[in-house]
């Protein structure tokens, strides 16, 4: 059974950094890729960022590169969102998501299982 587990959320004033990590579990983590999205209250869940398995660089929703950047780490099975100079904007329950297919998706649809959310809440 797949199982992604965060962790990392907080309150922290704008300008800040927070790092979010999600343990993959159940899967083979070499063979999965990542991606992070994020749902703000009343509006649709939107992609972040996101990582293939099988290479290349990871890709940003416009808003939030220069200041976000995603890493994973495979002896570990957990994949971060380093997020610095954060904005009020940027709150939100942050997802992780895990898909068998070997690119880096923006789309929701492509990601077979997701993390339960971590809260991230930035102050003005």
């Known amino acids: 059974q797949v199982q992604l587990v965060e962790s990392g959320g907080g309150l922290v004033q704008a300008g800040g950094s927070l790092r979010l990590s999600c343990v993959v579990s159940?899967?083979?983590?070499?063979?999965?890729?990542m991606g992070w999205f994020r749902q703000a209250p009343g509006k649709e869940r939107e992609f972040v960022a996101a990582v293939a398995w099988s290479g290349g660089p990871e890709i940003f929703t416009d808003s939030v590169k220069g200041r976000f950047t995603m890493s994973r780490d495979s002896g570990k099975n957990t994949v971060y969102l380093q997020m610095n100079s954060l904005k009020p904007e940027d709150t939100a329950i942050y997802y992780c998501?895990?898909?068998?297919?070997?690119?880096?998706?923006?789309?929701?649809?492509?990601?077979?299982?997701w993390g339960q959310g971590a809260q991230v809440t930035v102050s003005s």
């Open positions: 159940g899967r083979t983590f070499s063979r999965t890729s």
């Open positions: 998501a895990a898909s068998w297919l070997p690119i880096a998706s923006p789309n929701r649809e492509q990601y077979n299982y």
